[in-house]
């Protein structure tokens, strides 16, 4: 029985886990959306968003508590290993006009990121005869431009892949138009 034993094994070493989280974590924060499998992306949320959390708390203690904030700093650090992420993160450095990711959800109580299933069900594709359309995902990382083909649960090839992004701003500048993927049918 797994009393108490939270989180997924994915089928690794707990060191290979705990560097994927990380790697996954860094990649987001860098690129603000990626493109993994479901269990990967469900797997890392609460890591990001604690990392988010510290670095909110952080930016409280900036001005008027300069130990507390260099012991956020340095949990973030602790956690993802890549000083640029880090200072990204809290806004130091090439970041200090745009003040960072954190300072994004200072208002913000949780619910930093958000995972958009690509299966054919969801974006209603496999019904009837539009089976043999199949659409297509387009997204910017990293400064390019990609398209992602999307395939119906019937054909299990991408039954389990997920974008998993930042979500932007506060609740109320949220629309539903801003949650739904761009597809396009090929």
């Known amino acids: ?55 909110k708390k952080g930016l409280e203690k900036k001005e008027n508590d300069k130990p507390g904030y260099v012991h956020c ?21 090439q970041w200090r006009e745009s003040g960072g990711i954190a300072k994004k959800y200072i ?32 997204y910017t990382m990293g400064g390019m431009r990609r398209k992602l083909r999307l395939l119906g649960r019937r054909l299990n090839d991408n039954a389990s892949l997920a974008v998993f992004e930042l979500v932007e701003g506060t609740l109320e500048t949220q629309s539903a138009e801003e949650v739904k993927p761009k597809v396009a049918t090929s």
């Open 107 to 138: 208002d913000r109580n949780g619910g930093y990121t958000r995972i958009l299933k690509l299966s054919g069900t969801r974006l209603g594709v496999l019904s009837g005869s539009s089976v043999g359309k199949v659409p297509q995902i387009e």
């Open 73 to 93: 700093y340095r949990q973030i650090f602790s956690r993802l290993k890549n000083v640029d992420v880090v200072k990204k993160i809290l806004g130091e450095g």
């Open 1 to 55: 029985m797994r009393h108490g034993k939270r989180g997924r094994h994915l089928s690794r070493t707990s060191a290979h886990r705990s560097s994927l989280r990380q790697n996954l974590a860094n990649s987001l924060f860098i690129h603000g959306r990626i493109v993994t499998t479901l269990e990967k992306a469900k797997e890392t949320r609460s890591f990001a968003e604690k990392i988010i959390t510290i670095a």
